[in-house]
Every structure is written in structure tokens, then in C-alpha cells.
């Protein structure tokens, strides 16, 4: 029998989701197209509006460093675990060298940020999942970075904010990344156990083993506007019961319809909203 690492040789290719980036209509990047409605906006008028069109309110992916500065107090980020950095566990073919190149293009380690901060003088433990790393794919290190954020979150008693984001499991960790499932999932409930507040803020898209774990375990769980929440594609649903999907299917406004999700918050209210959410849960450990 070949050994393990070659078992992958000579299949099929695998097919690479690529992250959705802002394109510009000129090269200077002067102006932004909206990829929902095709409105033009100067980029810089875009920023200043969080990357949300101003004609149809669609909501571009932000980078984690944009996450961070927009969600936490100035000056207040300090970073948990930055040294952890993925291995090619298996050798899968090419795995190494995309690593590599993908640490180039986006100056982060992997595909999840954490560490702890404060949100309106709140004091927060926060994680923030960035799609533009290999689709923000949850392979060893991501689940193990998640796992420890709960972790200390859990012995120091301090809430947890998620912004999740993700195509699925790392496929070229094979079975390692599918265990990330259960060891977030087990940490979570740690942490629900110590009565520790968890918000689980799920951007677009969310999927996968990432909502089958850690994303859909959050006591209080909120969705920008127009995000993609679902576990797998539209297309192999409705080929594998054979049966049409309602329009909007596996958006955010349709799962909270039905009861996924508590609620959907746009951009420019998501800091106000936690905020909120963390004076209620400070308020009620002191009443208690």
C-alpha cells in the first residue's frame, strides 16, 4: 500500500473557491463597482461607509485589520497566538507553497485573528475570520486559535465576539481540519457552561463546518444584511432532495425568518449594538 501522503496523487483536481475582491473600474482604483448592483462609488466615499454600497446597502468583505478597527476601541487590540502558523500535515500536493503565497498577499499568519480588546470600555475577548486566507477555510490552526480564545475567555470570565467567515473545512488538512469541528464546538460549551456571554456575528458567507460548529453555538447570534448562512451550496441541495428552493434561500434574512439567527444588524450599528449587548450582560452578573 502507498503511503498515506500519496493517496491524493492522481485524482482529480480539486476546484479553488477564490476570495471576491472590490474591483475597480480604473486603474488607479478611483472608483469602486458595487458587485451587487453595479453602482460606481468613489472609493474613498465607499471606506468612509464602512464598504457598504450606498444605492443597495450590500456589504463587501472587510479584511480582519478592518474588522478590528472599526468593531474595538482605539488602541485596545491586543493580539492572542500570533505565532501559530499552519503545518502541510498530510503533504498535500502544492499546500505548502499556497500557504506561502497566501501569507504574502494578505500579511496574516492564517485565516482567523483573536485576542481581547474592549468594545465601548466593555472588555471583550474577539476573534475575526478573514475570507481573503484560502476562503478562510478552518484547517488545525484556525480551530486551535478558536479553541483557545474560548478557552481563556472561560477562565477569565470575559465574553466572546466571533466575526465568522468561511467556505468550510480545509480540505488539504483531510481529517485534522473536520476535528476542529468537535474541539470549537467542545470549548464552546465550556464557556456556555462557566455562564460566559458568547455573540456569534456571521458575515458573509458563512458555511459549513464552521456553522455546523463554533458559528451557530453563540448565545446571542447576529448576521450582517444580505449574508450568505448555510451549510452547503443551493445547487447540491436541490439536487439532492430534487426539489426548488424558495427564493433567498440561505440568506440572512431568510434564516432569521425562521428562526436561525436573532437578528441582522448592519455595519454602521454593529459596534453600538455589542456594546449594548455587553452593558446588559455586565449589568446582570452584578444584579446577580
Known amino acids: ?13 480539486y476546484v479553488t473557491v477564490k476570495p471576491t475582491s472590490i474591483q475597480t473600474e480604473q486603474p488607479d482604483g478611483l472608483w469602486t463597482k458595487c458587485t451587487q ?27 480582519a485589520a478592518q474588522r478590528l478597527a472599526i468593531t ?25 507553497a499556497k500557504l506561502e503565497k497566501t501569507r504574502q498577499a494578505t500579511g496574516l499568519e ?6 481581547q480588546g474592549t468594545i465601548g470600555g466593555y472588555p471583550v475577548m474577539i476573534g475575526v475570520m478573514d475570507f481573503s486566507f484560502i476562503g478562510a477555510s478552518m484547517g488545525s490552526v484556525v480551530g486551535e486559535k478558536v479553541a483557545r480564545l474560548f478557552e481563556r475567555a472561560t477562565r477569565q470570565h470575559v465574553p466572546v465576539v466571533m466575526f465568522c467567515a468561511s467556505g468550510g473545512a480545509r480540505m488539504q488538512e483531510g481529517v485534522l481540519s473536520l476535528m476542529q469541528m468537535a474541539k470549537t464546538s467542545a470549548a464552546c460549551a465550556r464557556l456556555s457552561e462557566a455562564g460566559v456571554l458568547y455573540v456569534s456575528v456571521l458575515t ?8 455546523a460548529s463554533f458559528a451557530s453555538l453563540g448565545d446571542i447570534i447576529i448576521a450582517e444584511p444580505g449574508a450568505l448562512v448555510g451549510f452547503t451550496g443551493q445547487r447540491v441541495i436541490e439536487e439532492t432532495i430534487r426539489q426548488k428552493l424558495p427564493p433567498g434561500f ?4 431568510f434564516v432569521l425568518e425562521h428562526g436561525m439567527i436573532d437578528m441582522i444588524v448592519e455595519r454602521r450599528d454593529m459596534k453600538k449594538t455589542l456594546a449594548s449587548l455587553l452593558a446588559l450582560h455586565e449589568r446582570r452578573h452584578e444584579a446577580g
Open 1 to 13: 500500500m502507498p503511503p498515506f501522503k500519496d493517496l491524493f496523487k492522481g485524482k482529480q483536481k
Open 37 to 63: 448592483c453595479g453602482q460606481l462609488t468613489y472609493t474613498r466615499e465607499l471606506a468612509h461607509n464602512l464598504l457598504v454600497c450606498h444605492k443597495c446597502g450590500f456589504h463587501f468583505k472587510l479584511s
Open 72 to 96: 474595538l476601541d482605539e488602541g485596545s487590540f491586543v493580539e492572542f497566538d500570533s505565532n501559530l502558523v499552519s503545518a502541510d500535515p498530510i503533504e498535500f500536493p502544492g499546500y505548502a
Open 110 to 115: 492564517e485565516a482567523v485573528v483573536t485576542g
Open 204 to 211: 458573509n458567507p458563512t458555511t459549513a463546518g464552521v456553522l
Open 250 to 253: 440561505q440568506s440572512a434574512e
